[in-house]
C-alpha cells in the first residue's frame, strides 16, 4: 500500500500555471534582446542584466515552491546556473570577459533560446495533459 | 577538413574510452553516444568550421559544446521525468572526448 502510494505520487505532475507560461516567455525576449548586446562591454548594461537575473531568480524561486513541480524547477535551474553552460553561464562569461565575439554570441544565443523554447514547450504541455485527463474523465 | 572522418573519429574514440570506463553500461552508452552525436551533428560542424577559420575560440568551442551537453539534458528532462535518467558521469565524459578528439584532429 505505501508502494502503491509513492508510486502514484512520483507520477504526478504539476498543473498548468499561466503565470510560468507568460514568464517564460517574458524571460526569453528580454534575454534575447539582452545578449544582442554581448558584443559591447557588460559594464555598459550592468542594470538590465541585474534585473534579468532578478527576474529568472524569482521564476527559479516560485517553481521550487510548487508541489509535484521537480522537472520544470530543473530545467530552470539549468538555464539560471552561472557554472553550467546556458543563460547563467554566458551572462558569467560576458561578465568575466566583459566583452564576447559577435560569432560566440550569435551560437551561444541560439543555444540559450532552445533551452527556453523547451522550457515553454514543457510547460504548455502540462496544459494538453490536463485537457486530456478532463476529457477522459467526462468521456466515461 | 573530412567532418565525417572527423564525426567518425570522435564516436571511435568514444566507444574506446567509455568503454575502458563504462562496461558494464555498454548498451546505455552506446546510445547516449548515438543521441549525442545525431542531435549535435549540424552544430558540431559549423562550430567545427568557425574554430578552423579561428572566428571561434578553443574556449568558445569548449562553451558550445557544453552547451549542446546542457540543452541535451534538458531534452532528457523534457522527454522521461528528471528522476528517471542517468545525466551525470557518462555525458561529461562524452564532452570531454568530443573537444579533445577535436581540438587534436583539426588544430
Known amino acids: 500500500m505505501t508502494f502503491l502510494v509513492i508510486s502514484c505520487q512520483s507520477l504526478k505532475t504539476a498543473v498548468y500555471d499561466q503565470y510560468s507560461y507568460q514568464q517564460a516567455i517574458s524571460l526569453k525576449v528580454e534575454s534575447d534582446a539582452i545578449i544582442d548586446h554581448a558584443t559591447t562591454p557588460f559594464r555598459d548594461h550592468i542594470n538590465v542584466i541585474t534585473g534579468l537575473r532578478m527576474d529568472l531568480k524569482k521564476l527559479v524561486e516560485y517553481e521550487k515552491n510548487k508541489p509535484n513541480n521537480s522537472i520544470s524547477y530543473a530545467m530552470l535551474q539549468l538555464l539560471e546556473n552561472e557554472d553550467r553552460n546556458l543563460l547563467g553561464g554566458f551572462l558569467k562569461r560576458w561578465e568575466e570577459e566583459q566583452q564576447l565575439s559577435e560569432a560566440f554570441t550569435k551560437e551561444a544565443k541560439a543555444q540559450i533560446m532552445e533551452a527556453f523554447d523547451l522550457i515553454i514547450k514543457y510547460e504548455a504541455e502540462k496544459n494538453k495533459t490536463n485537457e486530456t485527463n478532463i476529457l477522459n474523465f467526462l468521456e466515461k | ?107
Open chain 2, 1 to 107: 577538413m573530412d567532418f565525417e572522418e572527423l564525426l567518425k573519429l570522435i564516436k571511435e574514440e568514444l566507444i574506446r574510452v567509455l568503454g575502458e570506463s563504462y562496461a558494464e553500461y555498454k548498451e546505455e552508452a552506446k546510445e547516449d553516444i548515438d543521441a549525442f552525436l545525431e542531435s549535435s551533428k549540424v552544430k558540431l560542424e559549423r562550430w567545427t568550421n568557425l574554430l578552423v577559420s579561428t572566428e571561434l575560440t578553443v574556449k568558445d568551442y569548449e562553451w558550445l559544446v557544453k552547451s549542446q551537453k546542457d540543452i541535451l539534458v534538458l531534452e532528457a528532462l523534457y522527454a522521461a521525468g528528471a528522476s528517471k535518467r542517468r545525466l551525470g558521469h557518462l555525458k561529461n565524459k562524452i564532452i570531454k572526448t568530443v573537444v579533445e578528439t577535436v581540438i587534436r584532429v583539426v588544430l
